[in-house]
Structure formats: C-alpha cells, structure tokens
C-alpha cells in the first residue's frame, strides 16, 4: 500500500491544522485507515483510526480535538486538527490494513513518508 501524508507545517499553539493523506483508489475503499504519529524521542503511537464503514477511534489525548474524516471517492483521508498543542508537535503518518485491529495497533512492517507538524508555544 502506497501512502503519503502531507499537509504538515508549524502552527501556533491553539490554531488549527489539517494534513492528508492519499491512496491508490482500489485499495483506499477496502481499507480501515490511521492517522499515527512520532514525537522526537517517543514510540510511534495510533491518533486515530477509521473503517471502512465509519467506525472511529481516537486517542485519549486528542479527543474533542482533532477529527478524523475519509472520502473514498477522492481516495483520501484527512486529520483536522484544532486547539494543537506543543505536545502534539510530531511526525504524523498514516497507514492502512484491511484488519481494523491491525490499524489499531499501529504494528506495521512498512512506513510512507510522514508530515511533520510543529506547534509553537
């Protein structure tokens, strides 16, 4: 699977962002989608997630926060993220799986490229 998340910049604290991310359409519609991301020094964590049939998961610390959206049609999933904190400044990347547990686990043999997203205090 072909991802590449884009969008990334340095923001403020308290502004908003938003990155995406884009497949190859075949593959796009049978796959649950994630958003993770890596902070200097931190393990890769799950932001969030999203099926194929809508169902969301967020982590705890960007609940209210951020949205996770997905058009199959345009083959892309986006990651709106408002109120942004410095501890949210990282590399987000996304990645999918037609096992929704495996999304949710973040444990995959292969990474695209990131988006670095940087929020200044």
């Known amino acids: 699977v072909q991802l590449q998340a884009f969008g990334g910049g340095l923001v403020q604290a308290g502004g908003s962002l938003r990155i995406s991310c884009a497949s190859s359409?075949?593959?796009?519609?049978?796959?649950?989608m994630g958003w993770y991301r890596q902070a200097p020094g931190k393990r890769r964590e799950l932001v969030a997630a999203?099926?194929?049939?809508?169902?969301?998961n967020y982590a705890d610390s960007v609940k209210g926060r951020f949205t996770i959206s997905r058009d199959n049609a345009k083959s892309t999933v986006w990651l709106q993220m408002n109120s942004l904190e410095p501890e949210d400044t990282a590399v987000y990347y996304c990645?999918?799986?037609?096992?929704?547990?495996?999304?949710?686990?973040?444990?995959?043999?292969?990474w695209g490229q990131g988006t670095l997203v940087t929020v200044s205090s």
């Open positions: 999203i099926s194929v049939g809508g169902t969301i």
């Open positions: 990645n999918a799986d037609s096992r929704w547990l495996k999304v949710l686990s973040g444990i995959f043999d292969s």
């Open positions: 359409g075949d593959i796009f519609r049978r796959y649950a």
